[in-house]
């Protein structure tokens, strides 16, 4: 069993950056495909990228191809979201899931934007994008 914990959140102006990361514990996160995901009030929670376990695969969401950067540290048991150019519509709670197993995030065919495809969720961290 795997816990996830999301940190690097927090009240930002429009067009700046964060890096968010989502530390492991109990588990090496090697072994486990990794996905983010975001939900905004009244909102239903969308997926907006995934690494695969050999990082050698990253997927985005349309709404955040050529500004968001997902990456990973097997050997820090982290993996990391790094957000720039922020806009007010990137405002949500960020989670990071794990999947155990080399099968999810390996092709193009947004398997890794649905929530039950993943077996452990962080508790999420704020995005707050704001002038």
């Known amino acids: 069993q795997v816990h996830l914990v999301e940190s690097g959140g927090g009240l930002v102006q429009p067009g700046t950056s964060l890096r968010l990361s989502c530390a492991a514990s109990g588990s090496t996160l090697a072994y486990y495909a990794i996905g983010w995901f975001r939900q905004a009030p009244g909102k239903e929670r969308e997926g907006v990228s995934c690494?695969?376990?050999?990082?050698?695969?990253?997927y985005y969401a349309d709404s955040v191809k050529g500004r968001f950067i997902i990456s990973r540290d097997n050997v820090k048991n982290t993996v990391y979201l790094q957000v720039n150019s922020l806009k007010p519509e990137d405002t949500a709670v960020y989670y990071c899931?794990?999947?155990?197993?080399?099968?999810?995030?390996?092709?193009?065919?947004?398997?890794?934007?649905?929530?039950?495809?993943?077996?452990?969720w962080g508790q999420g961290t704020q995005v707050t994008v704001s002038s």
């Open positions: 690494i695969s376990i050999d990082a050698g695969r990253t």
């Open positions: 899931a794990a999947r155990f197993g080399p099968v999810l995030c390996t092709s193009a065919d947004g398997r890794y934007t649905n929530p039950d495809e993943y077996d452990y």
